[in-house]
């Protein structure tokens, strides 16, 4: 693990001095050595530590830190289900009153929050992951190429389904998920034009609740696969657990997201995680704090896509080595240009 975060990062150099030559961001750290730990604010999206996808990919990144780098203070506070977004603006406040350096936001949500908060606190050091509108000459965004390891999964979908008849099921109608779901489309529709492609969100853009309800993403899934759906891509947190009961159910496949899920999932439904679209949370948040051990960190947007391996897809239950050829020739024509993925 450690070989490969430290490979990683030597990569991540040389986009961030690209970055800065280009003068989009890149403004260099100036806080002060401090002595002593660092201390760490984390601050998770609903569901937390224990999510077994988005909050566990950020955990997982500042595990490996404590381990691997200088000692660490770690404070991780949650949010909670519909809390109004004042309660997030108090939580990174509080951290930042208390003085901790640098402070981690794992989520869109937070962005109103560190516009509010990182200004008032231009030593402080704030990173938010998956969320590019909110800037400052103290704020890091740490993106992913979501739509392109999206896309992948689409034309993974097309190419295991027996119907010609897919879905995909969204927390909520964000345009992070949305991201997500244009991605796929494009991937499936790459494959098979003719295919048919279900689409559910949860809850609206605004009501994060859709994370962390299985229940209404099961029921969302069931009918999909009643339907006709074979195969249903989850993009959903917490809710995901619901998708994939109801693949149980169903006997049909579910695709996991952000964490390998075929590892995460409750033992009794694993076997129906075809696959999963892996965002490496982990290795951004673990390069993030490598930079602030190292007094190198630069603010702006670090994207993460399929050439620097900030996604990917797994292989966890063999369920898609017969065409893992046919993917890997895929991304290999993402990255270099020949297949054109478009955002949304």
């Known amino acids: 693990m450690e070989v490969r975060l430290r490979a990683f990062r030597a990569m991540m150099a040389v986009v961030l001095a690209v970055t800065v030559a280009a003068g989009c961001g890149g403004e260099v750290d100036t806080a002060s050595p401090r002595t002593g730990p660092l201390r760490v604010g984390l601050v998770y999206d609903i569901g937390g530590r224990g999510d077994k996808s988005y909050n566990d990919a950020a955990a ?41 350096d640098p402070i981690i936001a794992v989520g869109y949500s937070y ?72 991605g796929y489309v494009q991937g499936v529709k790459h494959v098979n034009p003719r295919a ?24 969302a899934a069931r009918r999909m696969y009643r339907a006709g759906a074979d195969v249903v891509y989850q993009v959903a947190g917490a809710s995901g657990a619901g998708v994939f009961r109801a693949a149980k159910q169903a006997g049909a496949w579910a695709i996991g997201v952000d964490y390998d ?22 290795v951004a948040v673990y ?6 051990v190292d007094h190198t960190v630069t603010s702006g947007r670090i994207v ?18 017969d065409i893992q050829p046919k993917l890997e020739q895929l991304k290999q024509e993402i990255i270099y240009g020949r297949v054109k993925v478009s955002p949304g």
Request: without cysteine; proline residues 5%; charged residues 30%.
């Open 196 to 219: 048919r492609i279900r689409i559910a969100y949860l809850t609206g853009s605004r009501d994060l609740s859709g994370f962390e309800r299985p229940d209404k993403a099961r029921e």
């Open 60 to 100: 997982a990144g500042v595990d490996d830190a404590k381990r691997n780098l200088s000692d660490m203070r770690v404070r991780e506070v949650e949010a909670a289900p519909g809390e109004p977004a004042a309660r997030k603006v108090e939580r990174v406040r509080a951290l930042a009153e208390a003085g901790y």
């Open 261 to 282: 899920q075929a590892k995460s999932a409750d033992p009794a439904v694993r076997d129906v995680v075809l696959t999963s679209m892996i965002k490496r949370i982990d």
């Open 287 to 292: 390069d993030y704090l490598a930079d602030v």
């Open 304 to 321: 993460y896509d399929l050439k620097l391996g900030g996604v990917d897809y797994t292989l966890t239950g063999g369920h898609i080595t």
């Open 111 to 182: 962005a109103p929050a560190l516009a509010r908060i990182a200004p008032k606190f231009p030593r402080t050091r704030f990173a938010i992951v998956d969320e590019p509108t909110v800037s400052g000459p103290n704020i890091t965004n740490l993106l992913f190429a979501s739509e392109q390891g999206s896309f992948l999964m689409g034309a993974t979908a097309a190419m295991k389904s027996r119907t010609g008849d897919v879905g995909f099921i969204g927390g909520n109608r964000s345009p992070l998920v949305r991201k997500f779901e244009v």
